[in-house]
Every structure is written in structure tokens, then in C-alpha cells.
């Protein structure tokens, strides 16, 4: 086979690009090099990214386009007009399209990734043109997909709901926690306080600022018992978009001698940060999947999150789960998660086992899966690390 796949969200910029999406999409082809060996791949991504970055062998080709296609504005054109010709020129199997879509024109299968179905159930979650073209287009795609991955089992039921695919033609590959994501020694920890000037315990939020992620929530409830906690909120994270509202509640609260804002974190940092929290709390109202919680669990840090969408699907019995329109719930669960320290004990050692059942690798080979699939390849058996079979 000759696959090839739209990389074109892959960032290593500082800034919220460089997240969720964009570490889906760089695992997946990382564990994809190690899992498969017999099949040739061309990966399509904009300007400036380079095999070596993604961390990718020879066998893997790398296109790069002139267009700065991390935006949409030029991604859009680059995934209906010029797509389609790389395509019928390339001689390819089929065509993997990671973010909901594909080109409506393509000359080859394809499959798409659709990591949620935000734009269509969250309110403010895109911007308008976004929005408009993301219904259209993946509406359209996930018809015409010869087959469909997604990244939780919520995210397959709405699918099938909202877009009407038969459950048949989606199949479910989890995303994971990168291996820098473990317990870091109590040296380690005490070196970043001191170089960061942290105080001994914070809670922390990770996350871009936008308005599905529900700080002013968290906000709302964090003032409510800060005096009662004494232990500051730090929140990071790049701004994304519609994020008025919460420096608006900051401001409304005089939260700012107790709330930090960050700014964007970088990604060799982020688990450090997570180590050395007292607790990660995380109160998204929407989530295809969730990242930020299963990184923290991987971390050993105790997590409180929401009841929302995949969320209680992603981290099981190892979190605190609070309803997200419940301000004095999650007060509530500030408030114990701080003054427990037997409960925090346990969700560490819960959180370390959950997190443990996830690997970049199962994702890598349920695409591979998919592929031969879609390509009417028999199945393949088991394979060994370096992607024979057994």
C-alpha cells in the first residue's frame, strides 16, 4: 500500500496549536513507523516541517506546501483543490484526512479522523466561517468515507447520531499520554519549583483559554473557597478564541492575587507542571476526548474534571467528577481534594493504573487496521514491536 496522510496540523509552534490534534496526528505516525515496516507513506504538511521533526524514517516521504496550512484559510483550498491532484498524480492507496476531512473529490478511498463533533454540538466553539465550512465539509466527507476513526466511544455514538454513519464503518482508537508523562523524583519537582518560584501547593488547569473549556466555572467555584484552600490557581494555556468572558470573570472576582494566567506552556515543561501540582483540575463542558486529564493521571497528580461528553469514559474510576454547570459542586471538590491527603493518595494510584491501559501504539494499529481494510487487505495478525507478524 501506499498511504498517504494530511499532516497539515502538525505544529511545533509555541502557541495552542501545538496540542491536541497536532500530537494525534505526530504519535500516531511515530507508532505507525514502528508497527509497520511494508507499506510506503507520504505525509502532507506546510512549510518548515521536516521528517527529521516529526521524528519519522526515510521510507516515510515528506511534502511540504508552500501555503502556511496550519491556518484555515489556506488549509481549505490546499484540502479541496490541491489535494485532489497531489492524489491522482501520486498513484495512492488511499488518502487519510486526520481532522474530520477529506477532499470531496478525491481520487482515491479515504478515511477520516473525526476527533468531535464540537462545531456542530458547542456553541461559540469555532468561528463562524470555521463552523460552516467544518458541518459542510465533514457532513459530506463522513458520507463518501470509505471508512471513519475516531478517538472515544463517545465521540463514535455521536457521530452516528448526528451524521447518520453506520456504527460499521467506525472504529474507535484511543489517543494516549506521551512516555515524558510519568512521576517525576521529589528532587526534580523541588529543582522546578525553585526555577519557576512556585509555592509548595498550586492546583492547576492545562488547556487552551476558549470557551468550551469552562473556566468561567472554575473561576466561579475557585472563589467561592480560596480562602478556606490557601493554595493558589494556575492556569496555562495558549489564547484561543471567544476568551473574554474569562478574564472578565477574573477581573469581576479580584481573583488576581490568588489566579495566574500562564500563558501558553511549553510542551517539554507541561509535565513537570503536572508533577508538581497538588491536584489538576480540568472543567471542560465538551471533549471529543480529553486530553489534559490523562496526562496529569499519567503524571501521578489527582484530577478533578467534569461529567461531560467522553471525559468520564477517558479517566473511569481514577477522578473526582463534578457535573459542569455545578459551581458549588466543584467548589466542593476543590475544597476536599485539597484538605484530603489520603484522597489524593488514592486517585494518584488510580490515576497512574488508568492511564497505564493507554498507548500510542494501539492507535497506530487500528489505523494500520483500517487501511488494509479499506485497501481489501485480510486482516493482520499479531505483530511484534518492529511491526512483523506473528
Known amino acids: 500500500?501506499?498511504?498517504?496522510?494530511?499532516?497539515?496540523?502538525?505544529?511545533f509552534d509555541r502557541s495552542f496549536r501545538q496540542a491536541g490534534v497536532s500530537n494525534h496526528i505526530l504519535w500516531m505516525l511515530?507508532?505507525?513507523?514502528?508497527?509497520?515496516?511494508?507499506?510506503?507513506?507520504?505525509?502532507?504538511?506546510?512549510?518548515?516541517?521536516?521528517?527529521d521533526q516529526i521524528g519519522l524514517p526515510e521510507r516515510f516521504a515528506i511534502v511540504q506546501s508552500r501555503l502556511p496550512t496550519i491556518l484555515p484559510k489556506y488549509r481549505i483550498p490546499w484540502e479541496q483543490c490541491?489535494?485532489?491532484?497531489?492524489?491522482?498524480?501520486?498513484r495512492f492507496t488511499l488518502f487519510h484526512g486526520t481532522l474530520?476531512?477529506?477532499?470531496?473529490?478525491?481520487?482515491?478511498?479515504?478515511?477520516?479522523?473525526?476527533?468531535?463533533?464540537?462545531?456542530?454540538?458547542?456553541?461559540?466553539?469555532?468561528?463562524?466561517?470555521n463552523r460552516l465550512y467544518l458541518n459542510w465539509s465533514t457532513r459530506l466527507g463522513a458520507r463518501r468515507a470509505a471508512h471513519i476513526l475516531t478517538v472515544s466511544e463517545y465521540s463514535k455514538q455521536?457521530?452516528?447520531?448526528?451524521?447518520?454513519?453506520?456504527?460499521?464503518?467506525?472504529?474507535?482508537?484511543?489517543?494516549?499520554?506521551?512516555a515524558h508523562f510519568r512521576p517525576r523524583p521529589a528532587e526534580e519537582i523541588e529543582a522546578f519549583r525553585r526555577a519557576k518560584g512556585l509555592p509548595e501547593r498550586y492546583l492547576f488547569y492545562l488547556g487552551t483559554l476558549e470557551p468550551r473549556k469552562n473556566i468561567p466555572m472554575l473561576l466561579r467555584a475557585y472563589a467561592r473557597v480560596r480562602d478556606e484552600l490557601g493554595v493558589p490557581l494556575l492556569i496555562g494555556g495558549g489564547k484561543g478564541w471567544n476568551y473574554d468572558e474569562i478574564f472578565a470573570t477574573y477581573e469581576q472576582l479580584g481573583l488576581q492575587d490568588d489566579v495566574t494566567f500562564l500563558g501558553y506552556v511549553p510542551a517539554e515543561e507541561q509535565p513537570l507542571w503536572y508533577a508538581a501540582a497538588l491536584a489538576f483540575v480540568f472543567p471542560a463542558r465538551y471533549e471529543g476526548?480529553?486530553?489534559?486529564?490523562?496526562?496529569?493521571?499519567?503524571?501521578?497528580?489527582?484530577?478533578?474534571?467534569?461529567?461531560?461528553?467522553?471525559?468520564?469514559?477517558?479517566?473511569?474510576?481514577?477522578?473526582?467528577?463534578?457535573?459542569?454547570?455545578d459551581i458549588d459542586g466543584m467548589a466542593a471538590a476543590l475544597r476536599h481534594i485539597v484538605r484530603d491527603e489520603e484522597l489524593?493518595?488514592?486517585?494518584?494510584?488510580?490515576?497512574?493504573?488508568?492511564?497505564?491501559q493507554f498507548h500510542w501504539r494501539d492507535l497506530a494499529?487500528?489505523?494500520?487496521?483500517?487501511?488494509?481494510?479499506?485497501?481489501?487487505?485480510?486482516?493482520?495478525?499479531?505483530l511484534t514491536p518492529s511491526g512483523r507478524e506473528v
Open 344 to 356: 489524593r493518595a488514592e486517585l494518584r494510584e488510580r490515576g497512574l493504573r488508568r492511564a497505564s
Open 100 to 129: 474530520n476531512i477529506a477532499p470531496l473529490l478525491s481520487p482515491v478511498p479515504t478515511v477520516i479522523t473525526i476527533h468531535d463533533l464540537a462545531f456542530l454540538d458547542v456553541t461559540g466553539s469555532h468561528r463562524k466561517i
Open 82 to 90: 490541491i489535494a485532489p491532484l497531489l492524489l491522482a498524480r501520486g
Open 158 to 178: 455521536a457521530i452516528i447520531k448526528r451524521l447518520g454513519v453506520p456504527a460499521e464503518r467506525i472504529s474507535v482508537g484511543y489517543n494516549a499520554p506521551a
Open 30 to 51: 511515530r507508532e505507525l513507523a514502528h508497527v509497520d515496516e511494508s507499506n510506503r507513506y507520504t505525509v502532507f504538511v506546510g512549510p518548515g516541517i521536516s521528517r
Open 1 to 11: 500500500m501506499h498511504i498517504a496522510i494530511n499532516g497539515h496540523l502538525i505544529s
Open 365 to 382: 494499529l487500528r489505523a494500520l487496521e483500517v487501511y488494509r481494510s479499506v485497501a481489501g487487505l485480510p486482516a493482520q495478525g499479531a
Open 289 to 325: 476526548f480529553g486530553m489534559p486529564p490523562l496526562e496529569a493521571m499519567a503524571s501521578g497528580t489527582p484530577v478533578i474534571t467534569t461529567t461531560a461528553t467522553s471525559l468520564p469514559e477517558v479517566v473511569g474510576d481514577a477522578a473526582l467528577l463534578v457535573d459542569p454547570n
